[in-house]
């Protein structure tokens, strides 16, 4: 188990539970202890956490305020069935202090760019005003509340219950405690870290907490590790796992199968995150939202592969499906005896594959013999799937294959392709050379 981790967890219980009964509670003890309890619960020990009068500093660089409420740590035995983040926005304003230098705004900008390309459920957008902001980067010497020594490259602000990040992220531009000088890299992945901070994310190398599935146990790589500010370095493959798990990439939801008179509306869920929207030229847009679109073919008669996509600000999601009814395109033979192109006429469970591949389809096959086209075999069987067996033992010769494919929007027309059924007895394939 890596220690990436989320606070997550008993967010229904939370609301089940009476917040005002909290609350009462919080006030008879004192709120102070309420939130020291949660990180003891969460695994931190005394030494990992500081005392720092309206704030509990943790592990060095993550505050936790005392007035504020924090989730309690989930069940390990139920966590994958709830909803894995304790940031439950997904379009995330971050300003950026603009009187800080230009080493440390560009920093702030390029942490910003790292977070955006992982491809995640999240996009953090730059704002320019604090109005709006759920993220402010600044020094500490912009908050007269906080003042980072000489040692601290940063400290980030862990998210509430109230679904936000975490407010603040301090940066300390008279940082020195590394052996050589402060690069451009190290500031970028110190604000790349607090920012895992803020959207809820630990340090990997701690012993407490929950880990977050699939990622490794330890991750010497990981911009999340805690007192590593000289040496941290963009994300780990363990990092895109962890922030992919926490923030699931947008899906389109919906069918994959659109009628010619249907209208149908697919789903990337709740998400505030302006989306681009575009389909292939044989659909038609309705309407359209941050979180659906709803659209309908453009032709009556066409029949074939369509798509959807929805062009997020950091990464392009991308739907294919299928418009109409399931014609075919090419239909692929095989003798049974590993040849491809013929049938042996001797040999019964010849195999044949139709393509395009269709889910939810069924076909009807018939064999016709040239040159007359009579149809020699035509069995009323409705098969599901797109492949087959023909139990069908024809004389040598020439035939026309047909199959008829069925889709929950219909029934297509026959399509052919012409197959020899050769004599294959000799073991030569008929006198063919392959
Ligand atoms: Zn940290």
């Not at 603040?168 to 604000?191: E, H, K, L, Y």
């Not at 149809?375 to 409705?382: A, D, F, G, K, R």
Request: glycine share 8%.
């Amino acid at each position: 188990m890596k220690k990436l981790f989320i606070l997550s967890l008993l967010f229904t219980i939370l609301i089940g539970c009476s917040e005002e009964d909290y609350l009462v509670e919080n006030e008879s003890l004192s709120q102070n202890d309420s939130v020291l309890k949660t990180l003891k619960n969460w695994g931190f020990s005394d030494d990992q956490i500081e005392d720092k009068g309206t704030y509990y500093l943790v592990d060095g660089d993550m505050v936790f305020y005392k007035n504020k409420k924090y989730h309690a740590p989930k069940k390990s035995n139920t966590k994958q069935r709830e909803h894995p983040n304790s940031v439950s926005i997904n379009n995330i304003n971050v300003f950026i202090n603009p009187n800080m230098n230009l080493n440390w705004r560009n920093a702030s900008i390029s942490a910003i760019g790292r977070w955006n390309a992982v491809s995640s459920g999240l996009f953090l957008n730059i704002t320019t005003t604090t109005a709006n902001a759920h993220i402010q980067i600044m020094y500490d010497s912009q908050d007269p509340s906080v003042n980072l020594a000489s040692n601290v490259f940063g400290r980030g602000t862990f998210p509430t219950t109230n679904g936000l990040p975490g407010v603040r992220i301090w940066v300390n531009p008279d940082f020195n405690a590394c052996s050589g000088a402060i690069t451009q890299n190290m500031r970028i992945s110190n604000v790349q870290h607090e920012l895992g901070h803020n959207l809820g994310i630990m340090h990997t190398n701690q012993s407490s907490a929950i880990l977050i599935p699939g990622t490794p146990s330890s991750d010497a790589q990981s911009v999340m590790n805690g007192g590593k500010a000289c040496s941290i370095n963009n994300f780990s493959a363990g990092d895109f796992l962890a922030i992919k798990y926490l923030f699931p990439p947008l899906t389109l939801a919906g069918s994959s199968l659109i009628c010619n008179t249907s209208t149908v509306t697919y789903n990337v869920g709740s998400s505030t995150i302006p989306i681009n929207w575009t389909t292939s030229s044989n659909l038609q847009i309705l309407s359209s939202s941050n979180s659906s679109i709803t659209v309908r073919p453009v032709n009556s008669s066409f029949n074939g592969t369509g798509f959807i996509q929805a062009a997020l600000p950091s990464h392009t999601v991308r739907r294919n499906i299928w418009v109409g009814e399931a014609v075919v395109d090419m239909i692929e033979f095989e003798n049974g005896i590993g040849e491809i192109g013929y049938y042996c006429s001797s040999h019964t469970g010849n195999t044949y594959s139709i393509f395009p591949r269709l889910s939810g389809t069924t076909h009807q096959i018939r064999l016709r013999r040239y040159p007359n086209l009579s149809i020699v075999y035509s069995p009323s069987t409705n098969y599901s799937g797109d492949s087959g067996t023909l139990n069908y033992t024809p004389t040598p010769g020439w035939y026309l294959f047909e199959v008829k494919r069925t889709n929950s929007c219909g029934i297509a027309e026959w399509f052919g392709t012409e197959v020899e059924f050769v004599d294959c007895s000799n073991g030569g394939g008929g006198g063919e050379e392959f």
